[in-house]
Nanobody, 124 residues
Framework: QVQLVESGGGLVQPGGSLRLSCANSGVSLEYYPIVWFRQAPGKERERISCISGGDNRVYYSDSVKGRFTVSRDKSKNTGYLQMDSLKPEDTAVYYC?????????????????WGQGTQVTVSS
């Protein structure tokens, strides 16, 4: 089974860093993509990064490219989103998601399994 548990959000100053984790205690996610979305108040959910299953190809939206790094640790069955050079506009609730589809889907509807969400606030 898949049950994703997120951790690592919080309050950080502009320019700071956070690392989000997305852990599954059930089936191995090695061949599942792990995608990261975020949703700011009053805005649509935005796909910002993904790491595919198997070959671990990575994807970044233009809004986070060069600042965020997606990865996974197979031994811990956990995905990570390292966020550096954070900006106030990165403030949002961040969600990880997955499904048994190997490659990264483009929309939220492609994923059946979601983490609970974690708040990231970037403010001085």
């Amino acid at each position: 089974q898949v049950q994703l548990v997120e951790s690592g959000g919080g309050l950080v100053q502009p320019g700071g860093s956070l690392r989000l984790s997305c852990a599954n205690s059930g089936v191995s996610l090695e061949y599942y993509p792990i995608v990261w979305f975020r949703q700011a108040p009053g805005k649509e959910r935005e796909r910002i990064s993904c790491i595919s299953g198997g070959d671990n190809r990575v994807y970044y939206s233009d809004s986070v490219k060069g600042r965020f790094t997606v990865s996974r640790d197979k031994s811990k069955n956990t995905g990570y989103l390292q966020m550096d050079s954070l900006k106030p506009e990165d403030t949002a609730v961040y969600y990880c998601a997955t499904d048994n589809i190997l490659q990264c889907g483009h929309t939220a509807a492609d994923y059946a399994y979601w983490g609970q969400g974690t708040q990231v606030t970037v403010s001085s």
